[in-house]
């Protein structure tokens, strides 16, 4: 596919449970972002990946959150002991590196804790 | 830390006719760059327009163009020629020329915009 994608589309856990979202950038964008949008709110950035590496990831806001990017493009964003206030919608973006270039963001994950 | 406003939640435009959405920012730094995204109810972000601060001439995009006040930490946007199309979330949002703080990319809270018919 040419865009960005992210799966599931959709997801419902219980409270306490783990679940891995996923992402698969735009082939070739070795700038991988996560944001983590709430209903009525612009996102807020959560971590950064050049490559491999988590370049930035002070938006995580807890220790339950992590994220990996094992070989440079597909993604893995990671919650434990999900919380209620974790719902939201989680989006992936990627791009050429680079301040200027376009962010091509995926149509994101619902998730919601129950 | 930088920090993005946009005063008007909600705006709306009759079919053909233009509007503008504001939107204010504030950062010590002086080189940046600022974007409109659009989001429709499908959810996937969508840039819209993108302009540098060192350059003085706003952007334009089709029916799309910007007001660049920097002094004032202003970035608005006109739609000229409204379509039902244009209906979605706009959001504008800061990124500073620092490749390597993702952080630094900051959105604001949005404006709903509905276009009538």
């Known amino acids: 596919g040419a865009g960005v994608s992210q799966t599931p589309s959709n997801k419902v856990t219980e409270k306490g449970k783990y679940v891995e979202l996923r992402c698969d950038p735009i082939?070739?964008?070795?700038?991988l972002y996560w944001y983590r949008q709430s209903l009525g709110q612009g996102p807020e950035f959560l971590i950064y990946?050049?490559?491999?590496?988590?370049?930035?990831d002070s938006g995580l806001p807890n220790d339950r959150f992590f994220a990996v990017r094992p070989e440079g493009s597909v993604s893995t964003l990671k919650i434990q002991r999900t919380e209620r206030g974790d719902s939201a919608v989680y989006l992936c973006?990627?791009?050429?590196?680079?301040?200027?270039?376009?962010?091509?963001f995926g149509p994101g994950t619902r998730l919601t804790v129950l | 830390a930088q920090t993005v406003t946009q005063s008007q939640p909600e705006m709306s435009v009759q079919e053909a006719e233009t509007v503008t959405l504001s939107c204010t920012y504030d950062?010590?730094?002086?080189?940046?760059?600022l974007f409109w995204y659009k989001q429709p109810p499908s959810r996937q972000m969508i840039l819209v327009i993108r302009q540098e601060a060192y350059k003085q001439q706003n952007a334009t995009e089709n029916r799309f163009s910007v007001n660049f006040q920097k002094a004032a930490k202003s970035f608005s946007l006109k739609i000229s020629d409204s379509q039902l199309g244009d209906a979605a979330m706009y959001f504008c949002a800061y990124r500073s020329i620092r490749d390597n703080y993702g952080q630094n990319f900051v959105f604001g809270p949005g404006t709903r915009l509905s276009v009538l018919p």
């Open positions: 082939s070739g964008h070795t700038a």
């Open positions: 950062t010590s730094e002086s080189d940046y760059y």
């Open positions: 990946f050049q490559g491999t590496g988590a370049a930035d």
């Open positions: 973006a990627s791009s050429l590196r680079g301040a200027y270039n376009e962010q091509f």
